[in-house]
Every structure is written in structure tokens, then in C-alpha cells.
């Protein structure tokens, strides 16, 4: 079996086994801890270095453009519902004109019926009256005619 001796020890088979995985894994904790250092520090140099009164200023600078934005909008909004309240009473002037003018063409088409009817009944009164008037004057001249068949 393989011996070794290191500082007045004598170290065989099953305890060489174990002193190497404890090297090994302090090793590889040594080596973890020294890349977690080197990360933390490159992080330490930049947190140095970040400018937090620019970072301020563009904070600053993005809150004004949003109040401006939510300004705009309001504005727009308020624009909008003025725009249609006066669209709304333009429609209503709109039908009320319609409806006015809708009673009074219906007024003048039951005026012009009316008239229409007048004198309707009107000709057919005159012309039943000179019909009845020729009715007879044909009917007088017939009669005299058959009275006197000699005198035209």
C-alpha cells in the first residue's frame, strides 16, 4: 500500500484519500472566495463611479415630461368633451330645425289639399251647373224646335 510523510507523519491508503479531498476542496473554497472578492471589488469601483446627480437630473427630467404628458392629456380630454358637448347641441338645434320644418311642410300640404279640394269641388260645382244650363237650353231649342219645326 502507498505511504507518504509529510512533517513527521506517516499518512497510508484511506487517510491519503481523505487529506487529498480536504486539499482539494479547500482548494476550490479558496479559489470561490477569491472570484466572489474580485466581482465584489469591480462592483465596488463601479458603484464608485456612478453619477448620482445625473441619474437625479434624468429622474427629474422624466417626471416634469410625464407631468407635461398628463397635462397635454387633460387638456385633450377637457378639448374633447367641450367638442362634444357642442356637437351634441348643434345636433339638437339640428333636429329641432327638422322638426319644424317637417310641421310646416305637412301644414302647407294640408293647406294645399285643402284648396286643392275647394276648388275641386268648386269646378265640378260650375260645371255641373253649366251642364244643367246647356241641359236646358238644348232642351228649350229641342222643344222649339219640335213646336215650330218650320221657323229656323
Known amino acids: 500500500m502507498a505511504e507518504f ?6 499518512f497510508k491508503g484511506g487517510k491519503m484519500a ?14 470561490a472566495g477569491f ?14 463611479n ?32 367641450d367638442d362634444i358637448l ?7 338645434r339640428v333636429e329641432d330645425k327638422t322638426r319644424n320644418m317637417e310641421e310646416k311642410v305637412r301644414d302647407m300640404i294640408d293647406k ?3 284648396r286643392f279640394e275647394t ?6 260645382s260650375d260645371n255641373n251647373r ?8 238644348l232642351t228649350d231649342k229641342l222643344q222649339k224646335a219640335l213646336d215650330n219645326p218650320l221657323a229656323d
Not at 19 to 26: E, Q
Open 5 to 10: 510523510e509529510i512533517a513527521g507523519m506517516t
Open 18 to 31: 481523505v487529506i487529498l479531498t480536504a486539499l482539494s476542496t479547500l482548494g476550490g473554497a479558496s479559489w
Open 35 to 48: 472570484e466572489f472578492y474580485k466581482d465584489y471589488m469591480d462592483m465596488k469601483e463601479i458603484v464608485q
Open 50 to 81: 456612478i453619477d448620482v446627480d445625473a441619474i437625479d437630473a434624468k429622474n427629474v427630467q422624466i417626471i416634469q415630461k410625464l407631468d407635461d404628458a398628463i397635462e397635454y392629456t387633460r387638456d385633450i380630454k377637457s378639448g374633447l368633451r
Open 86 to 92: 357642442s356637437i351634441e347641441k348643434q345636433a339638437d
Open 112 to 114: 294645399a289639399s285643402e
Open 119 to 124: 276648388r275641386r269641388d268648386s269646378l265640378i
Open 130 to 137: 253649366e251642364l244643367k244650363d246647356l241641359e236646358k237650353r
